[in-house]
């Protein structure tokens, strides 16, 4: 079984685009999926598309948050709800291309988790300047090898979820958390494309702030984390 988790809040103006994409993607490659899509309490008429779209998709499952949580909350009650071996996220406000999801797929038949790179970001000067500086913090910081860990298109094997500690804002440091516990991580580079409606959620300061603190927290627990191998001796 193959689970999409998308993150929705606010994106009435792009979700049925980007279901029907995933949708057209998904269906042909002929195996068993659901796509779980999580509204974050949502105040415009996402909810209500949503719920449509589900009559006649009945690969379709929503989830629908009492209070706003953010990305990482949403992400987190998706893989709660995910009955796949395979998971795979993307975000829900179009500029992740789905069409890249079985180079991200066929990725994993040599590793636990597959990580999208954006070869080319269509976003703004600012956000990619933003992004730019909390990545350079980010890689000094904890000595991290990887390039976009901003990008939601990623697949995971279930067991890579399961050793990975879930908090506020984790979205941006699996790849890490991943590598931490001894899991085989590579990168991808994927589809990026602008935005095709609705507004970024995430200001130019949103995201270097909530970065840059961040990064104590899990410097923190990169010191505390248990990684403790052992081998059953055999009789």
């Not at 993607?25 to 002929?30: C, F, M, S, T």
């Not at 991943?178 to 580079?189: I, K, T």
Request: net charge positive.
């Amino acid at each position: 079984m193959l689970s999409i988790v998308i993150p929705f809040y606010n994106e009435e103006a792009v979700a049925e685009g980007v279901l029907t994409e995933i949708l057209g993607v998904i269906r042909p490659l002929e195996r068993p999926f659901e796509v779980i899509a999580v509204d974050d309490a949502s105040t415009d008429g996402t909810p209500r598309l949503l719920t449509r779209l589900r009559a006649s998709n009945p690969e379709l499952r929503i989830l629908r948050a009492a209070r706003r949580g953010g990305q990482s909350a949403a992400l987190s009650a998706g893989f709660k709800a995910a009955a796949g071996e395979i998971i795979v996220t993307l975000d829900g406000d179009g500029q992740n291309d789905p069409a890249s999801i079985p180079a991200l797929l066929a990725a994993l038949q040599g590793a636990d988790l597959a990580a999208g790179v954006r070869a080319q970001r269509r976003d703004t000067g600012w956000k990619r300047f933003s992004s730019r500086v909390a990545n350079a913090c980010r890689r000094r910081a904890l000595d991290d090898p990887f390039r976009d860990v901003g990008c939601g298109l990623k697949a995971f094997r279930r067991e890579v979820l399961e050793g990975i500690p879930h908090f506020k804002n984790m979205h941006r440091y699996f790849p890490l958390l991943a590598l931490w516990q001894g899991f085989r991580v590579v990168e991808v580079e994927v589809g990026h494309r602008p935005r095709a409606g609705g507004t970024s959620k995430y200001g130019t300061w949103d995201r270097l702030t909530a970065g840059l603190a961040d990064l104590r927290g899990v410097k923190w627990l990169k010191k505390r984390l248990i990684r403790y191998p052992v081998e059953e001796m055999k009789p």
